[in-house]
């Protein structure tokens, strides 16, 4: 079953002034539990798909659903609402806030859901365990390593236990050691339940997912390969 | 962790910043305390020095015109009288809505007789409360207490030849002279002053009094509301407010309370665009995170009140600080600027209103930039999707 379906959607910027087309007439279904890599260019339309995704940026037309729900009819607060329940975000650029530590940032989501404080702490201190950083909870990012910086990114994302992980190029910081370790860690967590979405442009780190999207001129490209074979 | 501990987080990381706003909160509420103080504290000393000085509303019989002067101050009215003032009048105004204001009330007959030989000017009052509207008077003796002693005028003394502890026979007893007043330049120099009962008698008017003086409390009383009241309950006198010292009181506080409003109003202005200013850099510097919080499900209102909470956390500390500051300033300025006798007392109500309105301001200063932040699209904010 899709948990995932973009179906023909297109997103074109700049519509009045001078039109681009960064994603025309894009199909796109992902099943639950699925470990999907999406590859391309620069500029191809990549991001476009993941903030599409990322209920970040609606799209010109065409229909989005998670699990079912057609996200862009929500409003502006529910949108947040789904963007907390059913995603986690992890980004190439950290994007941790450098005054709160290790568990405070991976506290986040939670703090915006309003679970009590005691809660909190025990769901970030699991998370953070889960990534392996039981033991730098209390650090700044400033005091963590790239990968372990990457790694509090990820806790927060899983947090709130959500069904869908979108990653944008979440070892294009890292060195290839780190950056395997973050995927086997993707791998884990798909084997507990989450789906992945993950942007690349490392074909290595494609090659580790359950498929790979290509994607090339804002078209998703007919031509689905099964990573199993790429990799075989 | 709750959205407060965001803002309480962040206030600390950027804290040179949020000191700098917080000092331009406390130096506008601080001025403004300080010159509420100052203005408060003016009022009420010239209103304390108003009810020294004496009278302030004079009441006379409704009649037609003829100019008097009385104790110096301009009276109307006084002498052909249509219908004479009774001395029950003088209860009455103590039934007007404002009666907790009148702190003297002094009936007097005024009129001349024979006395010694002489021709005297005789004043009958009420010696208690004509003490209470003549503060100023300087008694070689004391003031009198009873229909039995009479006090003499400067001059009347030495045309009667009569001192403290001599005696004059008036209205056929004999009276003992109390008291002497010291020259001031009034109509009480040249009079003998008797009780109004032993007046009435010896001028053959009985319950007649010819003219009643009020002192009003001046802290914060309201004259003219009086006067209308005592016109109200005395239909048949004419109530005038001693116009010169009114309208005095009311130029000094009014110009100093002016000024003092005009100089809060633009130091609070100055400060709330310190606050604005430093919660747009603020906003502006924090666009990631804004990102972040709003890519990790933050709704637009609660991003908001993280800022909004921020604001008013600095603008609370800047309202105590100001507050504290200035009215320490005021305290410590009062004698210098204002020529202030008496402390200023300290003020909870001047306080609980300065942190309100620093609150107040906290909120205006803040609400821009939390709005601007609530609207953050994420997308653009994280730059990178």
Known sequence: MSLVELHAVSKIYNHSVAPVCALAD????????????????????????LSILGAMNPPTSGRVTVDGLGIYSLSVERLADFRREYLGFVFQQLFLVPYLTALENVMLPLAAAGIANKRQREMANDALSRVGLDDKTHRLPADLSGGEQQRV???????????????????????????????????????????????????????????????????????????????? | MQLRDIAWA???????????????????????????????AMRAEVGDELDRFGANIVITPKARSLDVAYGGLAVAGLTVDVEELQTKDADTIRTIPNQRNVSAVAPKLVGTMELEGQHALLIGVRFKDEGGVKSWWKIDGRLARNAGEVMLGSEASQSLRKRKGD??????????VVGVIAPNGSLDDQAVLTDLGVAQQALGKPDTVTMIEVSAL???????DMVSQMATVLPHARVAPIRQAVAARERAVLQFSRFA??????????????????????????????????AVGYRRTQVARVILFEALAVNLAG????????????????????????????????????????????????????????????????RHL
């Not at chain 1, 780190?178 to 074909?203: K, M, N, P």
């Not at chain 2, 005696?167 to 003992?176: D, H, Q």
């Not at chain 2, 109003?265 to 919080?293: D, N, Y």
Request: with cysteine; charged share 20%.
């Open chain 2, 10 to 40: 962040s206030l600390k990381r950027r804290r040179g910043r949020f000191v700098f706003a917080l000092a331009a909160v406390a130096l506008g509420i601080g001025t403004v305390v300080a010159l509420v103080s100052l203005s408060r």
């Open chain 2, 261 to 294: 409003y005009a100089v809060s109003a633009i130091v609070l202005l100055v400060g709330t665009v310190v606050v604005l200013t430093t919660m747009m850099a603020s906003v502006a510097e924090r666009t990631q995170e804004i990102g972040i919080l709003r």
């Open chain 1, 153 to 232: 990114a990820i806790a927060r994302a899983i947090v709130n236990a959500p069904p869908l992980l979108l990653a944008d190029e979440p070892t294009g910081c890292l060195d290839s050691r780190t950056g395997r370790d973050i995927i086997d860690l993707f791998h884990r967590l798909r084997d507990d339940g989450l789906t992945v979405f993950l942007v690349t442009h490392d074909a290595a780190v494609a090659a580790r997912a359950d498929r790979i999207v290509h994607v090339q001129d804002g078209r998703v490209l007919d031509g689905v390969v099964a990573a199993d074979s790429l990799s075989a």
């Open chain 2, 319 to 382: 309202g105590i600080a100001g507050w504290l500051a200035g009215f320490a300033a005021s305290r410590a300025l009062g004698p210098a600027m204002a020529q202030l006798t008496t402390p200023i007392p300290f003020d909870f109500s001047l306080g609980a209103a300065a942190i309100l309105t620093a609150l107040v301001l906290g909120a205006a200063g803040g609400s821009y930039p939390a709005i601007r932040a609530a609207r953050m699209d994420p997308a653009h904010a994280l």
């Open chain 1, 26 to 49: 894009a199909t796109l279904q992902i099943a639950e539990r699925e470990f999907v890599a999406l590859m391309g260019p620069s500029g191809s339309g990549k991001s476009t798909i």
């Open chain 2, 167 to 176: 005696r004059i026979s008036l209205a056929g007893e004999p009276r003992e």
């Open chain 2, 218 to 224: 001046c802290r914060g009383c309201p004259i003219e």
